[in-house]
């Protein structure tokens, strides 16, 4: 099993066997996000935005075998649930990320899988 990391930064998967690095593959998976919508409030201090609408997933590879694909959250939320082969890492308050001082996320001790 190989990995292929369609996010534009690294992923370190932390393992009890040490970190592995999965460095940018150079292509980005992506949901297509359509404009929202802007309203100005009367009582509000800045303008409200509607939420997003989002399409298809761009830039995701057919499954190949022996390849697992890495990719943000929000493209895993839109992958259909047969696609075992797509992952995002695992970054909730319960996922046991590894942060640091400042709160950013260094590594990953597990995946979320689109449907397994």
Do not use: W
Not at 63 to 90: K, M, N, Q, T, W
């Amino acid at each position: 099993m190989f990995f292929v990391n369609l996010t534009p930064h690294p992923i370190t998967l932390r393992t009890p066997d040490g970190d592995i690095t999965v460095a940018p593959s150079g292509q980005v998976a992506r949901v297509a996000q359509y404009p929202s919508g802007v309203m100005y409030l009367s009582d509000f201090p800045v303008p409200v935005v509607t939420a997003p609408r989002f399409g298809a997933i761009e830039g995701l590879p057919e499954p190949e075998g022996g390849c697992a694909y890495i990719v943000s959250g929000l493209v895993l939320a839109h992958v259909p649930a047969d696609r075992g082969d797509v992952f995002a890492p695992a970054t909730g308050p319960n996922d046991g990320a590894i942060r640091d001082p400042k709160g950013h996320i260094i590594a990953v001790t597990r995946l979320v899988a689109a449907g397994l």
